[in-house]
């Protein structure tokens, strides 16, 4: 899949699940599926491969590049991006992976901030981004932005603070905080050739009322769907529509979260909801109990089962 020039995070990006074995091992033949329900059940063209929701950090390099392989193969003339991120603790794996996405087509590429050894500053940041970038250099490059788990709190709108001039290729943030008053300093701040898209799926409307050019997220695997109606909502003028779709999702996750909507009871919902096959998380995440993920499935078709009341 050769990548676009003018390929850019738009709409909405479903951030894929990585498909396991009940032995733990990564599963490729789900892959084609997968892309098939995307596009087909939940209108969703765009993807966003090997990141939180795709279990990455728990991921070898040789996985996640036998992963992002096959995702830019199969979806070769199916979908509109693939956007593979390359971020590790490592400095010299994630030029690795940069270098290996340009080889094998993707459309960009995301890197969020080492989490162990952590970054201070934003010219730190830069300077990172910086090196991986550059063993990519002619694909779309994006700041993968997640403060709840990196806990590198930098200021995303002090980063972008003349970034085209170290990383050329810079094209956007995927931004997964919940400061709208950063968010929207990055909106007001980014250039035409950009995509600032926001990651927290509960508070679509707000990031989309801030200016986000579109959103990555884990929900919109399943709930893709009624995603692209809330977006289409909002830009038609139609606030109360989009705010009900919106409430609607919240009333999901809040339903989710009074007990542990960690990312194996996301992932078992997406294999309940599309009848694909994901498998466990990786250890140290733990599948969840039956029960628990049928009363999570009990309430998304309780709210969303007449798709015409959207």
């Not at 087509?105 to 830069?126: C, E």
């Not at 200021?155 to 003349?162: E, M, Q, S, Y």
């Not at 997964?176 to 799926?201: A, H, I, K, R, T």
Request: glycine residues 8%; charged residues 20%.
């Amino acid at each position: 899949m050769a990548p676009a020039a003018d390929a850019k995070m738009s709409g909405i990006v479903a951030a894929t699940f990585t498909p396991l074995t009940s032995e733990g091992e990564i599963n490729l033949s789900v892959i084609e599926p997968y892309i098939d329900y995307l596009i087909n059940k939940q209108n969703v063209k765009s993807i966003f491969v090997n990141g939180t929701t795709g279990e990455s950090v728990s991921l070898s390099v040789a996985e996640r590049k036998a992963l992002a392989e096959d995702w830019c193969r199969k979806a070769k003339g199916k979908m509109d991006n693939v956007f593979v991120h390359v971020g590790c603790m490592s400095l010299k794996d994630s030029q690795d992976l940069a270098c290996h996405a340009a080889q094998i087509g993707a459309d960009g590429i995301a890197v969020i901030s080492p989490s162990f050894f952590k970054p201070g500053t934003a010219d730190d940041i830069k300077a990172f981004l910086r090196e991986v970038a550059s063993a990519a250099p002619n694909l779309p490059f994006y700041y993968y932005h997640m403060p709840a788990i990196t806990g590198v709190n930098v200021p995303v709108r002090d980063v972008l603070n003349d970034i085209e001039d170290l990383i050329p290729s810079f094209r956007g943030v995927k931004f997964s905080g919940y400061d709208l008053l950063d968010f929207g300093q990055c909106v007001s701040n980014s250039q035409p050739n950009w995509s600032v898209v926001y990651g927290v799926d509960e508070q679509l409307l707000a990031g989309l009322v801030m200016g986000a050019n579109g959103a990555v997220g884990s929900t919109y695997n399943y709930m893709g769907s009624y995603a692209n109606k809330l977006i289409t909502a909002f830009e038609n003028g139609d606030q109360l529509q989009a705010r009900a779709i919106q409430f609607k999702l919240q009333e999901l996750l809040s339903f989710a979260m009074k007990n542990r909507f960690d990312l194996g009871v996301n992932k078992q919902l997406m294999s309940e909801v599309s009848g694909l096959s994901l498998g466990p998380p990786r250890l140290p995440l733990v599948q969840c109990p039956q029960e628990y993920a049928k009363s999570i499935l009990q309430k998304y078709h309780s709210l969303f089962q007449d798709s015409r009341s959207m």
